[in-house]
C-alpha cells in the first residue's frame, strides 16, 4: 500500500474500485458478445438475400412462386416448403455447398418467433427480417403476417436492386 495514490489507502475505496474495473470489464465483454452474434445475423440476413436474388433469377419471382405474398418465420415448420427452396438456392453458393454447412438461423432465437423472418411482399420484392440484441429499436413490425415481434434490423429487397 505504500506506492498506491492516497485516494487507494483506504481499503473500502480501493475494494470500491476493484468492483467497479470488474464490472465495467463483465459489462464490455457481454457488450462484445452482444454485437458478435449481431453481426452473425446480418451476414446470415445477407446470405439468404443472395439466395433469394439467385432463385428470383431463375423462376421470375420469390419463393413460394404460386402466391403473390407470403410471410412467415423461417424456422417454422409451416415454411418447410418456402425453406426448401431458398436453401436449393443457397447451395448453390461455395459457402453453403457443403452439406454439412447448416441453413442460416439466429444465434440466440433459433426456431422460435424471434428467428429470421421471410416476407415476400409482392413477386418482385421481399423484407428479411431480425431481432438484435445490442442495437435495439424494434423499428420493424411484422404483425400485419400475424407475427407479434418487433424486429431490428430489416433488408428490403426493393431498396438493394439497381434499377
Not at 20 to 47: M, N, P, S, T, Y
Amino acid at each position: 500500500m505504500k506506492y498506491l495514490p492516497q485516494i487507494f489507502k483506504n481499503r473500502y475505496t480501493f475494494l470500491a474500485v476493484t468492483i467497479l474495473f470488474l464490472v465495467a470489464g463483465v459489462w464490455g465483454i457481454r457488450l462484445q458478445a452482444l454485437q458478435a452474434r449481431d453481426i452473425v445475423r446480418k451476414h446470415d440476413i445477407e446470405d439468404i438475400e443472395n439466395a433469394l436474388g439467385r432463385y428470383e433469377k431463375v423462376h421470375g419471382t420469390y419463393p413460394p412462386e404460386n402466391v403473390a405474398s407470403w410471410c412467415g418465420t423461417l424456422s417454422d415448420s409451416a415454411s418447410k416448403d418456402v425453406l426448401n427452396q431458398i436453401e436449393t438456392s443457397l447451395r448453390q453458393d461455395d459457402k453453403y455447398a457443403k452439406p454439412e454447412k447448416k441453413f442460416p438461423v439466429d444465434p440466440i432465437y433459433k426456431n422460435s418467433a424471434n428467428d429470421y423472418f421471410y416476407w415476400k411482399t409482392s413477386p418482385a420484392s421481399f423484407e428479411l427480417l431480425a431481432k438484435l440484441e445490442a442495437d435495439k429499436n424494434g423499428s420493424r413490425d411484422a404483425s400485419p403476417c400475424g407475427n407479434k415481434t418487433a424486429f431490428d434490423y430489416s433488408v428490403v429487397s426493393f431498396l438493394r436492386n439497381p434499377f
